[in-house]
């Protein structure tokens, strides 16, 4: 679906490893317009998934991609942990220079689920970077989402358990 200028949006995630980031984007199907994840593009660019040495080439990578769709007026759905103020701060420089209206949306769960699935996958990320990351997220309030820049923020919760 394409949209007028003004009226794209470009939603970002903000949530810690094993929240659910991945699954919630495949649940909402057309409604998350275009999902560009940046494990997908570590991948394209790297030597697997978890290259974290790719993780400069792949952020440069969503960016480029993102920023076509939204100037074919296409919402855009950044895969990404987006915990770090950094990080939000590109992913909102990019709505502005592409007259997207930016959205943070925060999926949080338990930090044991959190841990369970992390766990649970053939990747894991080390239980103390989901640990801190888990936290910065809880710390993390919608009025300094709203004050970074962020037009709306969307609180969703994954704390039902799933296999995958």
């Known amino acids: 679906m394409t949209r007028p200028a003004g009226q ?13 980031k991945s699954t919630w984007c495949r649940a909402q199907g057309n409604a998350a317009g275009v999902v ?3 494990d997908c593009a570590r991948a394209e660019v790297g030597e697997g998934d978890d290259d974290r ?11 480029q ?3 076509e769709h939204l100037d074919e ?6 895969d990404a942990t987006g915990a770090r103020r950094q990080d939000r701060a590109r992913w909102l420089a990019l709505a502005a220079a592409h007259g997207a209206v930016p959205v943070a949306v ?8 959190a841990l369970r699935r992390n766990r649970s996958r053939p990747r894991q990320v080390p239980a103390l970077v989901v640990f801190r990351m888990w936290w910065a997220v809880r710390a993390l309030p919608p ?3 709203l004050a970074e820049g962020f037009v709306h ?10 296999s995958g």
């Open 8 to 20: 794209v949006r470009l939603r970002v995630l903000v949530a810690a490893p094993g929240t659910g």
């Open 36 to 38: 560009l994840s940046t």
């Open 53 to 63: 040495n790719a993780s400069d080439a792949a952020f440069d990578l969503v960016e």
């Open 65 to 67: 991609r993102a920023a």
């Open 73 to 78: 007026g296409r919402d855009v759905t950044i």
């Open 106 to 113: 925060r999926l949080r769960c338990s930090l044991l689920i």
């Open 143 to 145: 009025e300094r989402l």
């Open 153 to 162: 923020v969307e609180d969703v919760r994954t704390d039902e358990d799933r």
